[in-house]
């Protein structure tokens, strides 16, 4: 069982997967960041890949994958920060990024140097379905790697169904058509995920989109296996230079 099949066996709900960009603030911060956030409760981490043209992701990740870039991050300096970082983690980690690096940088050879330091599962979003099945599907499951799909609202149930039985690790339920970081009414989100919940999928679901606080991170963990914060968390990084205390002091607020 790969480590997001053991975390969801070992805890069903309240899962917290927190979104952060490679390269930011810093060059180096990577995995500075990334382990106070499993110092502080975070229990799964989404690695964004920093990309010039990132399609889901609203102004605050956008913003930090430019900060990302201008600091000289590319896949294979991540590749490099990640190398040893097995040494001391235990939560999983998830790649999440766009197709077209990714092919620059070589599919096959992107899915063997994810594995080969570590990484659980990959997020690519604007991968097809079917492209996915034609020439991706082999080579990610060769190399072990969980790949997780997005569904929103308007996913009718038929290809909810198809993308469940597809998917590996989790469903990325998309709390609304909208980009990241995006303000909402949350709790008219709460049909949409009641409606995922009776659909009994085979792979837990967690909400991403819209989840900032204790308020929306409970609202979504009533029907799902917990959510997904990115744009929240984002912003706090910005609030100092301390990456130790602010992700301390965001997270408290959170799970606290």
Same mark, same amino acid.
Not at 93 to 115: H, K, S, T, W
Not at 245 to 254: A, I, N, R, S, Y
């Given at each position: 069982?790969?480590?997001?099949?053991?975390?969801?066996?070992?805890?069903?709900?309240?899962?917290?997967?927190?979104?952060?960009?490679?390269?930011?603030?810093?060059?180096?911060?990577?995995?500075?960041?990334?382990?106070?956030?499993?110092?502080?409760?975070?229990?799964?981490?989404?690695?964004?890949?920093?990309?010039?043209?990132?399609?889901?992701?609203?102004?605050?990740?956008?913003?930090?994958?430019?900060?990302?870039?201008?600091?000289?991050?590319?896949?294979?300096?991540?590749?490099?920060?990640?190398?040893?970082?097995?040494?001391?983690?235990?939560?999983?980690?998830?790649?999440?990024?766009?197709?077209?690096?990714?092919?620059?940088?070589?599919?096959?050879?992107?899915?063997?140097?994810?594995?080969?330091?570590?990484?659980?599962?990959?997020?690519?979003?604007?991968?097809?379905?079917?492209?996915?099945?034609?020439?991706?599907?082999?080579?990610?499951?060769?190399?072990?790697?969980?790949?997780?799909?997005?569904?929103?609202?308007?996913?009718?149930?038929?290809?909810?169904?198809?993308?469940?039985?597809?998917?590996?690790?989790?469903?990325?339920?998309?709390?609304?058509?909208?980009?990241?970081?995006?303000?909402?009414?949350?709790?008219?989100?709460? +049909?949409?995920?009641?409606?995922?919940?009776?659909?009994? @999928?085979?792979?837990?679901?967690? &909400? !991403?989109?819209?989840? =900032? %606080?204790?308020?929306?991170?409970?609202?979504?963990?009533?029907?799902?296996?917990? +959510?997904?914060?990115?744009?929240?968390?984002?912003?706090? @990084?910005?609030?100092?230079?301390? &990456? !130790?205390?602010?992700? =301390? %002091?965001?997270?408290?607020?959170?799970?606290?």
């Amino acid at each position: 069982m790969s480590r997001i099949g053991e975390l969801f066996k070992r805890k069903q709900q309240r899962i917290l997967n927190v979104y952060c960009t490679a390269g930011y603030p810093q060059l180096e911060s990577t995995v500075d960041v990334m382990r106070a956030l499993q110092m502080h409760g975070a229990d799964l981490i989404e690695l964004g890949m920093p990309y010039s043209d990132p399609l889901a992701d609203g102004p605050v990740i956008q913003a930090s994958s430019a900060v990302a870039l201008d600091n000289g991050m590319t896949i294979s300096r991540l590749f490099d920060q990640l190398k040893d970082f097995r040494k001391d983690f235990q939560v999983p980690v998830v790649l999440m990024g766009y197709l077209n690096p990714v092919i620059q940088y070589g599919f096959e050879r992107f899915c063997a140097d994810a594995a080969s330091v570590g990484v659980d599962g990959l997020i690519i979003p604007d991968i097809p379905v079917y492209e996915f099945e034609r020439d991706y599907k082999e080579v990610i499951e060769r190399y072990g790697l969980d790949f997780i799909f997005l569904v929103t609202p308007e996913t009718p149930e038929e290809r909810i169904r198809k993308i469940d039985a597809l998917s590996t690790g989790f469903l990325y339920a998309v709390s609304s058509s909208s980009i990241t970081g995006s303000d909402k009414d949350f709790s008219a989100v709460e +049909a949409y995920l009641q409606r995922l919940k009776a659909m009994n @999928l085979s792979n837990p679901i967690l &909400v !991403g989109f819209g989840i =900032k %606080d204790k308020e929306t991170f409970e609202t979504a963990s009533k029907y799902t296996a917990g +959510a997904i914060i990115g744009s929240a968390y984002i912003k706090a @990084l910005q609030r100092s230079n301390d &990456v !130790g205390k602010e992700t =301390k %002091d965001f997270l408290e607020g959170v799970i606290g």
